[in-house]
T-cell receptor
Framework: DAGVTQSPTHLIKTRGQHVTLRCSPI?????VSWYQQVLGQGPQFIFQ???????GRGNFPDRFSARQFPNYSSELNVNALLLGDSALYLC????????????FGQGTRLTVV | DAKTTQPPSMDCAEGRAANLPCNHS???????VYWYRQIHSQGPQYIIH???NNETNEMASLIITEDRKSSTLILPHATLRDTAVYYC????????????FGAGTRLAVHP
């Protein structure tokens, strides 16, 4: 079975630009969460979506937004990129029922120059 | 979610047991203890979780104290591939998937 897939794996953007990151969860998983991991730190929670609805939001500015599609895939959008947005962006999926574990993708490495 | 405290780094000899401690003294009754690890340049990997009772799976054992204020992750026979950052997280279950990662413990397994 395919795991959580994220695209692209790497990208470079210029300050002020917009970026869209994509995530496909494990088949059958209905919950998708996004995390930002700055070098040397643990991942920081950005969003959780379950059944296409936002169920949780971390302490991130409104420049960050996300959505989940009917097939449970998800997009993370970041507007007006700042140098500090450079990080590894991780997507995690879970069944969404009961005390289940999260399965993480390999992440998208975003560099803002 | 309860705050967790872990030592920043630990060493372990290959083939020996690695015992990684975690303090979660403010954990509430409905919060589980989860352990994840992150090998360099990869996404975090789920290891194990528990509520009250000790748990064991093919990867590790989780020992939770009776008062639930601390726990220990045990890798029974550490290998070089177990070198990673290990995160202890206390969080609600029920599909609530907001994981609060701290700095974790950097485990180095050496020959």
């Amino acid at each position: 079975d395919a795991g959580v897939t994220q695209s692209p794996t790497h990208l470079i953007k210029t300050r002020g630009q917009h970026v869209t990151l994509r995530c496909s969860p494990i088949s059958g998983h209905k919950s998708v969460s996004w995390y930002q991991q700055v070098l040397g730190q643990g991942p920081q929670f950005i969003f959780q979506y379950y059944e296409k609805e936002e169920r949780g939001r971390g302490n991130f500015p409104d420049r960050f937004s996300a959505r989940q599609f009917p097939n449970y895939s998800s997009e993370l959008n970041v507007n007006a990129l700042l140098l500090g947005d450079s990080a590894l962006y991780l997507c995690a999926s879970s069944l969404g029922l009961g005390d289940t574990e999260a399965f993480f993708g390999q992440g998208t490495r975003l560099t803002v120059v | 979610d309860a705050k967790t405290t872990q030592p920043p780094s630990m060493d372990c000899a290959e083939g020996r047991a690695a015992n990684l401690p975690c303090n979660h003294s403010t954990i509430s009754g409905n919060e589980y203890v989860y352990w994840y690890r992150q090998i360099h340049s990869q996404g975090p990997q789920y290891i194990i979780h528990g509520l009250k009772n000790n748990e064991t799976n093919e990867m590790a054992s989780l020992i939770i104290t009776e008062d639930r204020k601390s726990s220990t992750l045990i890798l029974p026979h550490a290998t070089l591939r177990d070198t990673a950052v290990y995160y202890c997280i206390a969080t609600r279950g029920g599909g609530y998937n907001k994981l609060i990662f701290g700095a974790g413990t950097r485990l180095a397994v050496h020959p």
